[in-house]
């Protein structure tokens, strides 16, 4: 997840940056810290630099960062905007600019906490990949990705309606979705939690009473991220 921190306070810029990292600190994260509204934008346009997230304060030294906000979503509508401000009369602004939510400062760890569990679950529900199917591109939600399986050089992408044969191997979209939901159980098999209807001694069965094998050294690990993200409401 990349991630980036427009706020001109170097002190609660710092805090911010090290909340988020210690929330996400099992995951593969970046965070980059801006101090005015006008060089993130320039990253943008310039550099074509993206974010999956951005915690954008209101009131910037350069400019006010609803501004700022929705001439980045003009960019990249998927960003989620996340506002920080000390004041609650700029809420309703901040939804004008397709805010995903706004925090008062100053903003505490437990805050962060949540609100980034949020940003997981919304990533993973609009995610998409992009794949080759005989030399059509085809974008593909993942929430309609059961699993995936490795077969030679190859991986199959198996959804419920069908069936697709791509290049990139397992381990560059284990890579990849490693935030979505997906679990790696078996050096073969990579599958989206989201389908998981029971999980069985060396076995996962998802919808369909499709069964997959699970191997012994990657059960537990298996469950206990599984049970995780069910208490946490993510299925």
Sequence with gaps: ???????????????????????????????KGYSLGQN??????ENNIRFDVIFMDIVLPD?????????????DDTVIIIFLTGYMRYAL????????????????????????????SELGRKRSIAIRD?????????????????????????TNNRNYVNRKSLQEYEEELNEAGFFRIHRKYLINMYFVKSIKSGLVI?????RLTISRRKEKEFRNSFYKNLEEGKF
Aim: hydrophobic share 40%.
């Design 206 to 210: 998802l919808e369909g009473n499709c």
């Design 63 to 75: 400019t006010d960062g609803i501004t700022i906000a929705k001439q980045l979503k003009e960019i």
């Design 40 to 45: 993130l934008i320039v990253d943008y346009i």
């Design 1 to 31: 997840m990349k991630i980036a921190v427009c706020e001109d306070n170097a002190e609660q810029q710092e805090h911010i940056v090290k909340s988020i990292n210690k929330v996400l600190h099992d995951l593969d994260t970046s965070v």
């Design 134 to 158: 005989n030399n059509l591109e085809i974008i593909l939600p993942i929430r309609e990705i059961m699993y995936m399986k490795s077969d030679d050089k190859n991986t199959i992408i198996c």
């Design 93 to 120: 602004k901040g939804y004008e600019a397709k805010a995903f939510r706004y925090l008062l400062k100053p903003v505490t760890g437990e805050q962060l906490q949540n609100v980034i569990y949020e940003i997981k």
